[in-house]
């Protein structure tokens, strides 16, 4: 199952050309998965913060197709590629745009732990499955 969340660029995302200058695809990656985690997981990520868990990012990798400009409504699309003990990889894209991959680790008491049961159920609900084809 993919999660899907539309982000228009803004005038603050971009350079002087009017193009999205790269950081700021890493800020509305962070956005994606922060609406995942409250939409999809029911886990806001300030009810994380108020019991001083986080799940931050130790791995980030992207792959830039073409240009996004000012105005556009990009459609990101989130899928969970790989599940570990204590640790979620996504990948992260806008067809056609770009491609990210991130790891994310839940670390409760801002140390690293297994995810709970039903936090791994919801995420294995995304996992990304090999077509049958």
């Known amino acids: 199952m993919t999660y899907r969340r539309q982000i228009r660029v803004e005038f603050n995302h971009c350079d002087p050309a009017g193009i999205v200058f790269y950081p700021r695809y890493f800020e509305m990656t962070n956005s994606l998965c922060e609406n995942f985690f409250r939409d999809e997981l029911g886990l806001p990520y300030e009810a994380m913060m108020a019991e001083n868990t986080g799940v931050p990012t ?7 197709k ?4 000012l105005g556009e409504l990009l459609t990101w699309v989130l ?6 003990g204590s640790s979620v990889t996504f990948r992260a894209e806008v ?4 491609t990210i991959r991130l790891t ?7 140390k690293p732990a297994p995810w709970t049961a039903p936090l791994r159920a919801a995420l294995a609900a995304h996992l990304e499955t090999p077509d049958a084809t």
């Open 104 to 110: 994310l680790v839940y670390a409760p008491n801002l």
């Open 58 to 64: 130790v791995r980030l990798e992207a792959e830039f």
């Open 95 to 98: 067809p056609g745009r770009l």
């Open 66 to 69: 073409a240009p996004s400009r």
């Open 79 to 84: 899928v969970v590629e790989r599940i570990g």
